[in-house]
């Protein structure tokens, strides 16, 4: 009985002593991480806090919306815990472990990624083939070739599986088994730029050069892409930059500008409270100032943007504007020639436009037609983007006629002419060009090989 009593009595000490261990040492509870945000302007850092202080820490769902904020930010190492304790709340959640598997690849966990990829499979996700199409990327970044094949080969309905697929017939010396896929990519996604590039890879290793040569034409030409299960990805953290960027609020505040609402806007831009400099705010304020009828106030602001976060050649443009219609001529001259040698494909019609306005004020002609055939070059490389062949060679040879010296244009036509099947007019074009040029590698590479 005795013995019994000393037993209790032990018992009864230890159990006290881990109370007193709970109270005077309590668990850590668990707390949403926080990136370091420097660098990050206070509107998008002020938003990305807020989404922080709210989360639900017993909500799957805040938890999983953290981690997509946070990686659409590039806050890995936070997204990935996010995902974390988002899939620790929701074990049996097929859709949060592949958004987990994600987070992990992001950072390079490639072996861990593909573990909860095929934790995802296992927990019956909705869309096998995707989680199929990733695991094998993942698979190949390890340099693990046969069982990336095998996870692609699953997820192979997928045209983006077929690609991937035929690249690696390609690597591996199988060809003709490439074109093969390539050839069904190709039929349904004609306008995509990489099966035409890869196409053209298969060809040279059959030893087609010449059927190489025009994939590879082909490639340069398109822009468009075939669909991906990355995608699906990209659109969610694309929405959540939107959400939070400053960007976002600039976007709906313009159209109140343009609708006689400056004096709000400008309200609403001091409303934010934020501090320091912010190239998207001021350009929208020079906006602001301009509609209230405030010409030097728009100078300064566009003034300031450029000098504290550098020209591009829109800013440029807005600049020279503002100028021209002050009467300084000369000075946006200056300024639309800068804009124009930042190699921006943004607002450079609208730039050789205005110079040559700008010179046919001046008096100066010569220089207005340069321009004007700089103008012409321009339309028909861009129509030459868009795949319409024929306003290409209206453009391009616009262009020569004014100014024969453009060897580049002079290419240009000919790789026109070319796919529009008149290769006397391609031969003379690229005789215009050498001549321009003597030394234009590419056109000579084009003589030396049809010329055999």
């Known amino acids: 009985m005795k013995l019994l009593r000393i037993l209790l009595t032990g018992v009864l000490l230890a159990e006290l002593l881990a109370i007193g261990v709970l109270v005077l040492y309590p668990s850590k509870p668990i707390v949403p991480p926080l990136p370091s945000m420097d660098g990050y302007n206070t509107y998008t850092v002020s938003k990305l806090r807020a989404l922080r202080s709210n989360c639900d820490l017993l909500s799957q769902e805040d938890w999983m919306d953290l981690s997509d904020a946070y990686i659409a930010h590039g806050f890995y190492p936070e997204a990935e815990a996010a995902a974390r304790v988002a899939c620790e709340l929701a074990p049996e959640d097929s859709q949060l472990c592949f958004r987990w598997a994600f987070c992990l690849s992001a950072m390079g966990l490639m072996e861990e990624a593909i573990s909860r990829y095929q934790q995802a499979i296992e927990l019956g996700h909705t869309s096998p083939q995707d989680v199929w199409y990733l695991m094998g990327r993942d698979y190949l970044r390890l340099e ?22 035929a690249k690696l017939d390609v690597r591996s010396g199988h060809a003709a088994t490439s074109i093969k896929r390539l050839e069904r990519i190709q039929a349904d996604y004609a306008n995509a730029s990489t099966p035409f590039w890869l196409r053209a890879d ?25 669909p991906t299960p990355l995608d699906a990805f990209r659109d969610r953290y694309l929405a959540k930059l939107n959400k939070f960027a400053l960007a976002k609020f600039v976007e709906e505040q313009r159209p109140k500008v343009e609708h006689g609402q400056a004096r709000n806007v400008k309200q ?3 409303g934010l409270g934020l501090e320091g400099f912010e190239p998207q705010l001021a350009d929208l304020l020079a906006n602001v100032e301009f509609a209230m009828g405030n010409s030097r106030l728009q100078q300064q602001q566009l003034e300031r943007i450029i000098a504290l976060d550098g020209a591009s050649t829109y800013r440029c443009l807005r600049l020279a504007r503002a100028y021209a219609v002050d009467g300084k001529a000369e000075e946006a001259i200056e300024l639309l020639k800068t804009g124009l040698r930042l190699d921006g494909r943004d607002s450079v019609q ?83 060009c050498l001549q321009a040029n003597p030394n234009h590698g590419r056109a000579l590479s084009w003589l030396g090989e049809n010329s055999k």
């Open 144 to 165: 693990q070739v046969e069982h990336g094949r095998r996870a692609l080969e699953k997820a192979e309905p997928l045209v983006a599986a077929s690609f991937e697929l």
């Open 202 to 226: 298969a060809e040279s290793q059959l030893g087609d050069k010449a059927a190489a040569r025009d994939y590879r034409l082909i490639s340069q030409l398109n822009r468009g892409k075939f």
């Open 268 to 270: 609403a831009i001091e």
């Open 350 to 432: 609208e730039s050789r436009e205005l110079l040559i306005e700008l010179y046919e004020q001046l008096g100066d002609l010569p220089r207005a037609r340069f321009h004007v055939s700089r103008l012409f070059a321009w339309e028909g490389n861009e129509a030459m983007q868009t795949a319409d062949m024929s306003t290409a060679r209206e453009k391009l040879a616009s262009s020569v006629a004014i100014d024969p010296s453009q060897a580049e244009t002079w290419y240009l036509l000919s790789l026109v002419e070319g796919l529009l099947g008149n290769r006397d007019g391609q031969r003379q074009a690229i005789a215009s």
